[in-house]
């Protein structure tokens, strides 16, 4: 697979606006919110297995009173206060979103960490050949960015741990900013500038 690197002409409205690193830092925190499972829970003294019976008479007997032995403060008890299921996914304004992936953009550009090429047409799903690609460009970190789902390159980057690949609609803030190079095709900037113009 041969790789040739052109230079075409960058929008300065999406890749070279001021960088906001309170709003990265806002989106980071956000995606990864929106990951978690939310999943983890405890058992209140409700929950607990037994604990039905009073273990002893209220009065009479010298022990304090004790009306379960599921207490939280028995041992085999309930949790008080333990984590629940709950979801923990929120978003932030559309223009907060949009802003952040400007400046996550830039900032690539700025750095010169966008790399753009010609096209990227595998002969086979092999990974020993997207590794010599990656190797004419110096890269060892990347994120490549493509317009249409292409099976070869999905599957010969899929073993590559520093390298991921994602179609335009799926560009986001942590990604870009988690791998060290922007790889993009001419179609997928074109299509890139034309979501995000103004």
Known sequence: MEVHVVQPELNQAIFGVKTRLPL?????????????????????????????KKPWRQKGTGRARAGSNRSPIWVGGGTTFGPQPRDYSYRLPRTARRRALLSALSLKHRDGKVIVVDRLEPEEAKTKIMVKALAELQVQSALIIITDANEKIERSSRNLPKIKVLRVEGLNVYDLLRYEHLILTE????????????
């Open 24 to 52: 990265l830092h806002q989106m980071v925190v956000m995606q990864l919110a929106n990951r978690r499972a939310g999943s983890a829970a405890t058992k209140s003294k409700g929950f607990v297995r037994g604990g039905g």
């Open 187 to 198: 179609d997928a900037l074109k299509a890139l500038q034309a979501r995000l113009a103004v």
